[in-house]
């Protein structure tokens, strides 16, 4: 599991998960690329949905916001918000309805997990 450590070089304390070394490396697929566990259609690819909000069955397509565990975890909670369907879109291209849903679903899932203190979101890759 991983363990918080200080960085003798930023005197910051920093997360170690090792167990992180087998998450998959490969550059992140196209947005239509049908093998993109995030895009609609794709359910199956990911662990099961612990939140939705839209339409249709638990783990299938429909929805409109979707919560899953992240394979990899750093911590005990680590879990995956997926904007929307179309999850590569920018949040200010998204109708003011679907920005309702994801904000509400950060506090939804903010509420579910009584021991979270604060959010992070991963900083875009360069």
Same mark, same amino acid.
């Not at 167990?19 to 093998?35: G, L, M, W, Y």
């Not at 359910?43 to 899953?68: C, F, I, L, S």
């Not at 994801?102 to 899932?109: F, K, Q, S």
């Given at each position: 599991?991983?363990?918080?450590? !200080?960085? =003798?070089? @930023?005197?910051?304390?920093?997360?170690? +998960?090792?167990? &992180?070394?087998?998450? !998959?490396?490969? +550059?992140? #697929? +196209? *947005?239509?690329?049908?093998?993109? #566990?995030?895009?609609? =259609?794709?359910?199956?690819?990911? !662990? *099961?949905?612990? /939140? &939705?909000? =839209? @339409?249709? $069955?638990?783990?299938? #397509? =429909?929805?409109? %916001?979707? %919560?899953? !565990?992240?394979?990899?975890?750093?911590? $005990?909670?680590?879990?995956?918000?997926?904007?929307?369907?179309?999850? @590569?879109?920018?949040?200010?291209?998204?109708?003011?309805?679907?920005?309702?849903?994801?904000?509400? @679903? /950060?506090?939804?899932? /903010?509420? +579910?997990?009584? &021991?979270?203190?604060?959010?992070?979101?991963?900083?875009?890759?360069?």
């Amino acid at each position: 599991m991983a363990k918080y450590v !200080p960085d =003798g070089k @930023t005197q910051r304390w920093v997360i170690i +998960a090792p167990q &992180r070394t087998v998450r !998959p490396h490969d +550059a992140a #697929p +196209a *947005p239509n690329e049908s093998k993109c #566990p995030f895009c609609n =259609g794709n359910e199956a690819a990911t !662990p *099961p949905e612990v /939140y &939705r909000a =839209g @339409t249709g $069955d638990k783990n299938m #397509p =429909g929805w409109q %916001v979707r %919560v899953v !565990p992240n394979k990899f975890p750093i911590t $005990d909670i680590h879990e995956v918000i997926i904007h929307s369907p179309s999850h @590569t879109d920018d949040i200010e291209k998204l109708a003011v309805e679907q920005v309702s849903r994801i904000l509400t @679903t /950060y506090r939804d899932r /903010y509420r +579910a997990h009584d &021991r979270i203190r604060f959010l992070a979101k991963q900083p875009p890759m360069s």
